[in-house]
């Protein structure tokens, strides 16, 4: 195997690679849910949601 | 008397006048000696100033380089602070967005979004930063967690005007962390329409890799499979593109190429000029069943879901509030290499290419070809899961196919219409050399009239060298004959009769007896040579008959191997399907312990 074979497999994959201006994680990873939220959601503009009311 | 004490009187003088040119020769010596040593002395001295006067220049250019470097610093720190000072008071308002960008994540993070925390993120934020795209996101995030729906769609349109695919990637992570995958895949929509299939970066690979771990369910997946197909006929357009990407499956198939079957063959690979094709296509065929196992066993494959890929999603929502905007760009590149300067103290060179490398790192980005195929070929190397590699290789399907389509092709048209068989065959019995001429004869005939072919070919050089090898008894005979009648004339002519006759009947006893063993030994060699090329000709038509029996078994294994072609060809469109997922409803529920 040449020096840059060696090289190559030690890299780190593309995808996993961290961009050099990366920081720290912001958050503690709880991943929990928030209560309380509405039940519409933020939709993109150009997108809208229709409410039919119960009869 | 006197002549001889005359003469050693001048000997005397002479000798005392060569011992004079001795001394006068020591001293001379003694004096480049001395003359050597001082030279010596005078050359220690100059190395020993020249090195002196390396050590001063040395001292000199550290003293210099330790001046500039300062110097450099001095200035990188002069501009440091100068810069910050500019961005802080150009871009104050960006860095005060960011922070509250943090605190609410983290407040979304726990589950618990206060009242106070929303209320300071009111519109105002849009106004101090005129430009920034986070700040209408958040300010659209805040209204939503309190239900302020007309603030919400305000504000995210102006964000979605800022940076559609910024906007578009933060409230899809947003959602899918709040569990609204359907509104999340809404986004995730707008998302994939902001990117440019020519050049994708890595945010788009951790996307990828979540979507197909079921991440964002499998509706998610779905639409990016639609969108991954849409690239890859925007950019397969280019004829160029498209044969790069077959040429790449056409490698990973030839993987799969089978060894040399001559071992298995022995006769016919020996006999049959034909048979570097017959093996080359072999070998061809027998890629279906590796290209069956390989792939069958991709899809057959339980994934492993990794525990880490909501980490990975979140650490990219982290970059999008914490990067800095595009008008702080070109500020932000100056106060970085700056900052490089100063961190290699001054030693411009090693910050230039600390600044390089980082910016290239961050500005890395890929073709959506490349990355679709080498997420299908070399999962590995770009990082991607079993998962991804099932998504990518289902997009890849119709350049595995056309790829696939070709190798069928080339190995079958591979085949020789005329499988031959040559035979030629060369012994040496003492100093006879028997050289059988080639024969060829063809498969495509019965094999009993090849082998009759074969037999008559075999006597046709057999039967005129064994005749080669017969005595000659006639043309032995000759000379004796000759020389003996020619010595009874000669002594009839002399008057010895007797004596001549007697000589002539002795001799030719002799001669006679001696001609009879020649001729026994060659008539033994030739029954030798006679019954060797016998059994040669028997030994060359088994092997001929060997040999089209293994052809026979050549084709037998080669239909059975080239059969599985057409599985493998079902077996692309399972892999088409296997893109979507394993079930229809897969998706990726997280708990954390």
């Known amino acids: ?55 | 008397m006197s002549d001889v004490s005359h003469l050693q009187r001048q000997v005397r003088q002479v000798s005392s006048q060569v011992s004079d040119v001795n001394s006068l020769v020591q001293r001379a010596q003694q004096q480049l000696t001395a003359v050597s040593v001082e030279v010596g002395g005078v050359a220690a001295a100059q190395k020993e100033t020249q090195n002196e006067l390396a050590r001063l220049q040395a001292e000199l250019h550290k003293y210099f380089r330790q001046a500039e470097l300062a110097a450099n610093l001095g200035r990188a720190e002069t501009k440091f602070g100068n810069l910050q000072g500019e961005m802080e008071h150009t871009f104050g308002h960006h860095k005060r967005v960011r922070r509250t960008a943090t605190g609410l994540l983290q407040a979304f993070d726990v589950g618990l979004v206060s009242e106070d925390t929303v209320r300071s993120i009111g519109e105002e934020l849009m106004i101090d930063a005129p430009r920034y795209w986070l700040a209408p996101a958040l300010v659209g995030l805040a209204a939503w967690s309190r239900d302020d729906q007309e603030v919400c769609a305000r504000a995210i349109e102006t964000a979605f005007g800022r940076s559609p695919s910024r906007t578009a990637l933060f409230f899809t992570l947003i959602l899918r962390r709040q569990g609204r995958l359907p509104s999340a895949t809404r986004w995730l929509r707008h998302y994939l329409d902001s990117l440019s299939p020519s050049a994708l970066g890595r945010d788009f690979a951790v996307i990828l890799e979540a979507v197909a771990q079921g991440a964002f369910g499998a509706a998610a997946r779905d639409l990016v499979r639609r969108k991954m197909s849409e690239w890859a006929e925007q950019l397969g357009n280019d004829d160029n593109a498209t044969a790069t990407q077959v040429a790449r499956w056409r490698e990973e198939i030839e993987r799969y190429r089978g060894k040399s079957a001559s071992d298995d063959f022995p006769k016919l690979s020996t006999l049959s000029p034909q048979w570097p094709d017959l093996d080359r296509a072999l070998a061809g065929a027998a890629s279906q069943q590796g290209l069956l196992d390989t792939y069958r066993a991709m899809m057959a494959e339980e994934p492993k879901p990794s525990a880490r890929i909501e980490d990975a999603v979140d650490d990219i929502l982290d970059r999008l509030v914490s990067e800095y905007d595009v008008e702080e760009l070109p500020l932000k590149r100056q106060l970085d290499e700056q900052e490089a300067i100063i961190e290699s103290h001054g030693d411009l060179d090693a910050a230039k290419q600390v600044a390089e490398l980082q910016s290239a790192a961050r500005d890395e980005t890929l073709d959506y070809l490349t990355i679709q195929s080498t997420s299908a070929l070399l999962p590995d190397q770009i990082g991607v899961s079993r998962a991804t590699q099932r998504v990518a290789v289902s997009a890849c399907e119709p350049w595995l196919r056309e790829a696939h389509a070709q190798y069928t092709l080339e190995y079958r048209q591979q085949i020789p219409d005329d499988v031959r068989a040559k035979i030629s065959s060369q012994l040496t019995f003492g100093s006879s050399a028997f050289k059988m001429q080639p024969w060829e004869g063809s498969f495509i005939q019965q094999m009993p009239d090849l082998e009759r072919d074969l037999a008559r070919h075999w006597d046709r050089a057999i039967d005129p060298f064994v005749q080669s090898l017969r005595f000659d008894w006639g043309k032995a005979a000759i000379l004796p004959t000759v020389v003996l009648v020619s010595g009874f004339i000669f002594f009839a002519a002399v008057g010895a009769v007797v004596f001549g006759l007697i000589a002539a009947l002795v001799g030719g006893a002799i001669w006679g007896g001696l001609i009879w063993m020649e001729g026994e030994q060659v008539e033994k060699t030739g029954l030798q040579a006679e019954a060797a090329l016998k059994k040669a000709k028997a030994e060359s038509l088994r092997q001929l008959r060997q040999a089209g029996a293994e052809l026979t078994d050549w084709s037998t294994r080669f239909q059975t191997e080239d059969r599985k072609e057409t599985d493998v060809r079902s077996m692309f469109d399972d892999l088409r399907r296997a893109g979507g997922g394993v079930q229809p409803f897969e998706q990726r529920s997280f708990a954390q312990n």
Do not use: C, F, Y
């Not at chain 1, 593309?14 to 928030?34: C, E, F, Y």
């Open chain 1, 1 to 55: 195997m040449t020096d840059d074979q060696s090289a190559a497999d030690d890299r780190v994959p593309w995808a996993r690679q961290a961009p050099a201006a990366d920081v720290k994680p912001v958050t503690d990873r709880m991943h929990n849910l928030v209560h309380g939220l509405p039940a519409w959601d933020p939709l993109p503009p150009g997108e809208i949601l229709v409410r039919r009311p119960r009869e």
